[in-house]
């Protein structure tokens, strides 16, 4: 069966729809141009039960809650606000009333939270397993679009907040944890399967550094940062030097690696998916601005290598450099 990535380049061979559409098929969303001095931009995300979700897993509201969510940080990932979203359901037999109203709930609540309009969508039945396919708009000014095309040699590689968290926390909810197993505090178990349920989109970030045109190139950690980094190495014809000692792994995920589980924190933060936090290029006359951009709530902004010439990802450890591969997560259709 084809990759994702094989579907998605071929699609990109055929020929552009209109002039209007500024950028289409391959970014985190497409942009269309308006004349009004605002650009919008469209994309959108399907959720399959056991594939992307488990609903034994997840309370149905935090399943809405991260189908609008994933959205929203594409929307962030291109520099822009969103404003609308639409919200269709293929639903099996075995959802309740009660199990729809939750998903519902949690759906408009991050939408209210946001700033986001649910203005349709549609609904079906499904012979077996829940479908979610939320559509988001949003509009960035005229030119301002951030995409993956833009990283230049020279340029310094940033990303927000920690990673590893989403990837860990995935592996316990299929060894049986739930959310609610522990009350305690200082369990860093309850953290890190938060980060995979209730990814929070980096919506003000994103904005700022759309807005001030700091990002030369950006995208949001869906499937691992080796992966997501080597699709910006690619639209942009670059290479990158990333360094091991500079990746910032959550602490939730250094605290069991030191309980002595066997746990490769650094290849959990290279690889996992499901971060949903922003990886991005700036112009190194940029630093003390993007480092400004640390002070918004809850956002950590963190150095982690550069953009090159030679085109390959290259991990720089122990005094040496490897290659490294993107083997983050990929769909295979």
Not at 107 to 126: R, Y
Not at 209 to 217: C, F, N, Q, S
């Amino acid at each position: 069966m084809p990759r994702e990535s094989d579907i998605i380049a071929g699609l990109k061979k055929r020929p552009s729809v209109k002039r209007d559409v500024l950028l289409g098929i391959g970014d985190d969303a497409a942009v269309i141009k308006t004349g009004e001095g605002r650009e919008l931009l469209a994309c959108c995300d399907l959720m399959v039960e056991g594939v992307h979700f488990r609903t034994d897993w997840s309370p149905a509201g935090l399943l809405g809650r991260k189908a609008l969510a994933v959205n929203l940080s594409d929307i962030a990932a291109m520099g822009g606000v969103p404003k609308f979203a639409m919200l269709s359901l293929a639903l099996p037999e075995w959802c309740s009333d009660d199990f729809i109203a939750e998903l519902f709930d949690g759906v408009f609540k991050l939408a209210e939270a946001t700033g986001v309009s649910i203005i349709g969508g549609d609904t079906s039945s499904s012979r077996d397993s829940l479908f979610i396919d939320v559509s988001v708009i949003g509009e960035c000014e005229t030119g301002k679009a951030v995409t993956r095309r833009g990283a230049k040699v020279g340029d310094t590689i940033y990303v927000s907040g920690s990673l590893g968290a989403s990837a860990l926390g995935l592996s316990l909810l299929e060894k049986g944890f739930r959310l609610d197993d522990s009350q305690d505090p200082n369990d860093a178990r309850p953290q890190a399967v938060r980060k995979h349920l209730v990814p929070e989109p980096r919506l003000e970030l994103g904005r700022a550094l759309g807005h001030a045109e700091l990002a030369t190139a950006m995208i949001d950690i869906s499937d691992g940062l080796s992966t997501d980094l080597w699709h910006i190495l690619d639209e942009s014809g670059v290479g990158a030097v990333i360094h091991a000692s500079a990746i910032p792994v959550a602490e939730c995920v250094t605290a069991i690696a030191l309980e002595g589980n066997t746990i490769d924190h650094l290849m959990l933060a290279l690889n996992g998916g499901e971060e949903y936090e922003l990886l991005f290029t700036a112009s190194p006359g940029k630093t003390q601005e993007i480092e400004k951009l640390s002070d918004l709530p809850g956002v950590k902004i963190y150095g982690i290598g550069e953009i090159v010439a030679r085109r390959d990802l290259l991990l720089a450890r122990n005094d040496a450099f490897e290659s490294l591969s993107p083997t983050g997560f990929e769909h295979r259709i």
